[in-house]
C-alpha cells in the first residue's frame, strides 16, 4: 500500500511503484523494494504532509511529484501527455513501461475486490475525489493499474470518461545494461535528439 491505505499518500506511491516496476523489468534479479516509511517520507517532502498534523493529509499535486522525481530520481526527465490521446497513452506504457495517471475516482470502484476490473459495472458513479495510480500495460479491451498495493483492470472507455492526468518517464531504471529498454529504446539515442531540438 506504501502508506496509501491511511494517507492520501497515492501520487508518492503511484512513482514509487513506478520504479519497481521499470527496475523489475529491465533487471530481473535485482528489484527495487520501497516500505510505507519511503512513501510517507516522500509525502513530507512534496505533499506538505506532516506526521503529528493530521489536517496536513491533503494529497499531493502529480505534476510536483513528477518535477521531484526529475530532479532527485534516477529520471531523465518526463512528459505530460495527452489523456485523451489513447493511442499516445498506448505508445508510451509500451516505450517507458508505465504511466502515472491521475483519474476522478466513481464511488462504485471503492468495493472492486483485488484484481477485479474497474469498468462501469452500473454501480454509483458519483465522485469521491481524485487518485493517482500506475497504468502497466494494456491490451485491445483496456489498462491495468497499481492500486493499494493490487493491480486492477478497466476498460478504455473508463480511462475515457475519468482519467484526466498522464505523464511518462525517461529513466535509466528502465534501461537494461546493454543500453536499452526491454521495449528497445535507446536512452543514450533519445537524449541525443531531445538535446538537438
Not at 512513501?39 to 489536517?55: C, Q, R
Not at 505530460?80 to 464511488?107: E, K, W
Not at 545494461?177 to 541525443?192: C, F, I, M, R, T
Request: net charge negative; charged share 15%; with cysteine.
Amino acid at each position: 500500500m506504501l502508506g496509501n491505505d491511511v494517507l492520501g499518500d497515492c501520487t508518492c506511491a503511484d512513482v514509487l511503484h513506478h520504479r519497481m516496476l521499470q527496475a523489475s523489468v529491465a533487471h530481473a534479479g535485482s528489484p527495487l523494494t520501497f516500505s510505507d516509511a519511503d512513501a510517507i517520507a516522500l509525502y513530507e517532502k512534496v505533499g506538505g504532509y506532516n506526521p503529528g498534523d493530521p489536517s496536513s493529509d491533503q494529497g499531493a499535486v502529480m505534476l510536483d511529484v513528477q518535477n521531484y522525481c526529475k530532479a532527485n530520481f534516477p529520471v531523465q526527465g518526463f512528459v505530460t501527455l495527452d489523456a485523451g490521446n489513447l493511442s499516445q497513452i498506448q505508445a508510451a506504457l509500451y516505450l517507458f513501461g508505465g504511466v502515472d495517471l491521475g483519474f476522478n475516482v466513481p464511488a462504485y470502484i471503492m468495493d472492486v475486490p483485488a484484481g477485479g476490473s474497474w469498468s462501469d459495472n452500473g454501480g454509483d458513479k458519483s465522485i469521491e475525489g481524485g487518485h493517482a495510480v500506475l497504468a502497466c500495460g494494456y491490451g485491445r479491451t483496456g489498462f491495468r493499474v497499481v492500486s493499494w498495493g493490487q493491480t486492477y483492470t478497466a476498460n478504455w472507455e473508463f480511462w475515457s470518461q475519468y482519467v484526466d492526468e498522464a505523464y511518462a518517464w525517461v529513466s535509466t531504471e528502465w534501461i537494461k545494461a546493454s543500453g536499452v529498454s526491454p521495449s528497445g529504446l535507446d536512452l543514450a539515442g533519445l537524449l541525443q535528439d531531445l538535446n538537438a531540438v
